[in-house]
């Protein structure tokens, strides 16, 4: 587990109050730009955060401050932890690779345009994105709108058809019911479409056969051209 700085805003807060270090040593140590340590020094930035002392923390020692305070281009270095902490596993989406995330604006066109009923937060949760760029896409300001294609999240892999169909149905329950012209522009989920019942084929006569009138027909048929020859003689 890679070490980091607890607090760095509030600890750049404590050595600027309390060390000779410059501002780019702190700004280094802390992870912070050089100008907004420079901020905090002239009361412009982190106003009202109390500094964190490092050194009772563990994370650095007298020695090091010294050290840095008798030579401008030390780096800092955190000490060594005492305890060694477990990293907590991440709670939360997978991992998206980078080829996924830039079908995001397409899947989340296609959801907006074939699912209008979805709210912001359900999109964000199928498709893993921030409530910004849904706006954008669906105001079409984000920057790249020209080129997007709308393309169903479940073929990209973005989301399981499950999920999908989960949100449709909620969405679905807190919207009420919808107008025939609304129901026709708006994708039915997967579920509802495998329920549909195939059409009955319509039954003919033909396909029940009276024997009695097939037999009636046949001997009316054969009687016909007696009836003709007796006449002719």
Same mark, same amino acid.
């Given at each position: 587990?890679?070490?980091?700085?607890?607090? =760095? +805003?509030?600890?750049?807060?404590?050595? %600027? *109050?309390?060390?000779?270090?410059?501002? *780019?040593?702190?700004?280094?140590?802390?992870?912070?730009?050089?100008?907004?340590?420079?901020?905090?020094?002239?009361?412009?930035?982190?106003?009202?955060?109390?500094?964190?002392?490092?050194?009772?923390?563990?994370?650095?020692?007298?020695?090091?401050?010294?050290?840095?305070?008798?030579?401008?281009?030390?780096?800092?270095?955190?000490?060594?932890?005492?305890?060694?902490?477990?990293?907590?596993?991440?709670?939360?989406?997978?991992?998206? =690779?980078?080829?996924?995330?830039?079908?995001?604006?397409?899947?989340?066109?296609?959801?907006?345009? &074939?699912?209008? !009923?979805?709210?912001?937060?359900?999109?964000?949760?199928? %498709?893993?994105?921030?409530?910004?760029?849904? #706006?954008?896409?669906?105001?079409?300001?984000?920057?790249?709108?020209?080129?997007?294609? =709308?393309?169903?999240? %479940?073929?990209?892999?973005?989301?399981?058809?499950?999920?999908?169909?989960?949100?449709? #149905?909620?969405?679905? +329950? &807190?919207?009420?019911?919808?107008? !025939?012209?609304?129901?026709?522009? %708006?994708?039915?989920?997967?579920?509802?479409?495998? &329920?549909?019942?195939?059409?009955?084929?319509? +039954?003919? !006569?033909?396909?029940?056969?009276?024997? *009695?009138?097939?037999?009636?027909?046949?001997?009316?048929? +054969?009687?016909?051209?007696?009836? #003709?020859?007796?006449?002719?003689?």
């Amino acid at each position: 587990m890679a070490q980091q700085l607890l607090m =760095p +805003k509030a600890t750049a807060v404590w050595l %600027v *109050d309390n060390t000779a270090l410059s501002f *780019d040593q702190i700004a280094t140590f802390c992870k912070l730009h050089p100008l907004e340590v420079k901020a905090i020094a002239d009361g412009e930035s982190a106003q009202g955060i109390k500094g964190l002392d490092p050194i009772s923390t563990g994370q650095l020692s007298r020695d090091e401050i010294g050290r840095g305070e008798g030579d401008v281009n030390y780096k800092l270095k955190l000490s060594e932890p005492k305890v060694r902490v477990p990293e907590a596993k991440r709670k939360g989406p997978r991992y998206t =690779p980078v080829s996924k995330r830039q079908d995001r604006p397409n899947a989340i066109l296609w959801l907006v345009r &074939n699912h209008p !009923e979805l709210k912001d937060a359900q999109i964000s949760r199928l %498709v893993g994105t921030t409530k910004s760029t849904i #706006e954008q896409i669906r105001n079409r300001t984000h920057w790249n709108s020209a080129n997007l294609t =709308p393309m169903d999240p %479940v073929t990209l892999g973005l989301c399981s058809q499950i999920d999908l169909d989960l949100e449709v #149905e909620r969405a679905a +329950k &807190n919207r009420g019911p919808v107008t !025939e012209q609304e129901a026709d522009s %708006v994708l039915v989920s997967a579920r509802e479409t495998e &329920n549909f019942a195939a059409p009955e084929e319509d +039954k003919s !006569e033909d396909d029940e056969i009276d024997a *009695d009138a097939v037999f009636a027909k046949l001997s009316s048929m +054969k009687s016909k051209p007696e009836d #003709e020859d007796d006449d002719q003689h």
